[in-house]
């Protein structure tokens, strides 16, 4: 099956630096997700971008399918970043959100 | 809009006995559910897919019986743990996928989650 990787595993930030989150895929995906998994466990939607960039506030996301990777960009980060920031795919053929293991931030006041 | 509910937030239970968790989607109408499992500092598990009107597809190594799904209606799925165990103790988290005005894309939105301690 399709393997999601994610970059790096662990990440600890002083507040108001800006860092870069990678996401690679194994395979073709029709359906990409960034997710931020907030200490209490709730998953916040971040981006739906199987390709192409997206920007939302500090937050941008950029998929490059055909080289099967995305980014997730944080820039002028806060303590609220903090958490863990999951990408999940949808494979062609597939009917399953596959998820990677994750990066956990802290973000240093 | 695409809220998704669970309840309880949390349960604690003794062994032996049944769980039962509810999923609503708030502002939608699901046809299909995800049910998750995570476990401390580790990734979501997808245990199994939740048809309405049909029975579940579970994940490979999974307990049918263990793990029951029932998909009543449109708005609603439930996943009930049946004679709990310690090691069933666990953050179940569901979903359900939300096309956007047919314009081809699905996005999948999740409930804030469950956390069953079986003691």
């Known amino acids: 099956g399709i393997q999601v990787e994610q970059s790096p595993p662990d990440l600890i930030l002083q507040e108001g630096a800006n860092s870069t989150l990678r996401c690679n895929f194994s395979d073709s995906v029709n359906n990409l997700q960034w997710f931020h998994q907030n200490p209490w466990g709730q998953l916040i939607n971040l981006f739906y971008i199987p390709s192409g960039t997206k920007q939302n506030g500090r937050l941008s996301a950029t998929t490059v399918a055909t080289e099967r990777y995305s980014l997730l960009y944080i820039s002028s980060s806060q303590t609220t970043d903090s958490g863990v920031y999951f990408c999940a795919v949808g494979y062609t053929g597939g009917f399953k959100t596959i998820f990677g293991a994750g990066t956990r931030l802290f973000v240093k006041a | 809009g695409a809220v998704v509910s669970q309840h309880p937030s949390w349960v604690i239970c003794k062994s032996g006995t049944s769980v039962k968790i509810e999923c609503r989607s708030l502002d939608f109408q699901a046809t299909t559910m995800f049910w998750y499992r995570q476990f401390p500092k580790q990734s979501l598990m997808l245990m199994a897919t939740s048809n309405e009107g049909s029975k579940a597809t579970y994940e490979q190594g999974v307990e049918k019986d263990k793990f029951l799904i029932n998909h009543a209606s449109l708005t609603l799925s439930t996943l009930t743990v049946t004679s709990a165990h310690p090691e069933d103790s666990s953050f179940y988290i569901c979903?359900?996928?939300?096309?956007?005005?047919?314009?081809?894309?699905?996005?999948?939105?999740f409930g804030p989650g469950t956390r069953l301690l079986v003691l």
């Open positions: 979903s359900a996928r939300v096309p956007w005005r047919g314009q081809g894309m699905e996005t999948q939105y």
